[in-house]
């Protein structure tokens, strides 16, 4: 159950940024179409990965994280990847 919670910690950290990411205003004018893309398929990946988790673990599972991004300019290209980096 740990382990297998903390795989659901992190999905759920990275779900809430590329959640922010592809919600962003600048979204469309920061990424290129192909980048887009690839940012939006990561996005559905992690937030299937962190649902899967919630219902596998049930009552087992932690709560819910509030994630805070702060530093990082979801409106800046290079801030975003860096960071998706070093998620991945």
Avoid: C, K, M
Avoid at 17 to 32: E, G
Avoid at 67 to 80: A, C, K
């Amino acid at each position: 159950i740990g382990i297998f919670n903390y795989a659901f910690a992190l999905e759920q950290l990275e779900a809430a940024f590329y959640t922010q990411v592809v919600a962003n205003a600048a979204f469309n004018s920061a990424f290129s179409a192909d980048e887009r893309e690839l940012l939006r398929d990561i996005w559905r990946d992690e937030v299937a990965h962190r649902e899967f988790l919630r219902a596998a673990l049930g009552p087992a599972a932690i709560p819910n994280l509030t994630p805070n991004f702060t530093g990082i300019n979801f409106g800046n290209r290079l801030s975003v990847l860096q960071t998706a980096r070093t998620f991945e």
